[in-house]
């Protein structure tokens, strides 16, 4: 069974610039999160998907941020434009129900 | 307001021992509830998962959940050097939103 996949595994950008990350999940995931952990924190919650439907996305800061899921299949998270503490690891999850997530591997995100 | 709370450590064991990590929630109406292990650089892998009150046991690890409470800890028997990583507890609330907490640093002395 493949995992979930993001890319890329790392960005790094200037202040004010744009960057897009991708996610695939593990086919058969009605759900999909996208979390932004920041070093020596845990996940923080930015928006959750139920198929292409947005579920929750009140922590994202939509202002800079977007995010869709076409199809209900992958995903992009779109930072716009990007600023120093966006800096973090941004992680895709996909599960179904209340089961376990399954991650995918990250992108670590440098803002400079 | 924090929903997912956990000591950030670092909890240190020795090697053999047993290692207790503890997580609180604010939500009531939480339902299921998660323990995930993550080494430095990578990201989170499931540990344990469990959904009623009592123990659940699974190898060297076993849950425990007390929803009167709002407890849920996670016990770490024979504890080993593979074990050091940081173990985050994730609550899927009644929002069916899965948030964690900052995570505990567990660090096994050999």
């Known amino acids: 069974e493949a995992g979930v996949a993001q890319s890329p595994r790392y960005k790094i950008i200037e202040k004010r610039q744009s960057v897009a990350f991708w996610c695939n999940p593990i086919s058969g995931h009605a759900t999909l999160y996208w979390y932004q952990q920041i070093l020596g924190q845990g996940p923080k919650l930015l928006i959750q998907?139920?198929?292409?439907?947005?579920?929750?996305d009140s922590q994202l800061p939509k202002d800079r941020f977007s995010a869709e899921r076409l199809k209900g299949v992958d995903s992009t998270l779109k930072i716009q434009p990007a600023k120093l503490e966006d800096s973090a690891v941004y992680l895709c999850a996909g599960g179904w129900g209340n089961s376990p997530l399954h991650f995918g591997n990250g992108t670590r995100l440098t803002v400079t | 307001q924090k929903e997912v709370e956990q000591n950030s450590g670092p909890l240190s064991v020795p090697e053999g021992a047993i290692a207790s990590l503890n997580c609180t929630y604010s939500?009531?109406?939480?339902?299921?509830f998660f323990w995930y292990r993550q080494y430095s650089g990578k990201s989170p892998e499931l540990i344990m998962f469990?959904?009623?009150?009592g123990d659940k046991e699974d190898g060297r690890f076993t849950a425990q959940l007390n929803k009167a409470s709002q407890y849920v800890s996670l016990l770490i028997r024979d504890s080993q050097p593979s074990d050091s990583a940081t173990y985050l507890c994730?609550?899927?609330?009644?929002?069916?939103?899965?948030?964690f907490g900052k995570g505990t640093r567990l660090h096994i002395l050999p």
């Open positions: 469990i959904y009623s009150n």
């Open positions: 939500d009531r109406g939480s339902q299921s």
């Open positions: 998907f139920q198929n292409n439907g947005v579920v929750d």
């Open positions: 994730a609550v899927m609330n009644r929002d069916d939103k899965i948030i």
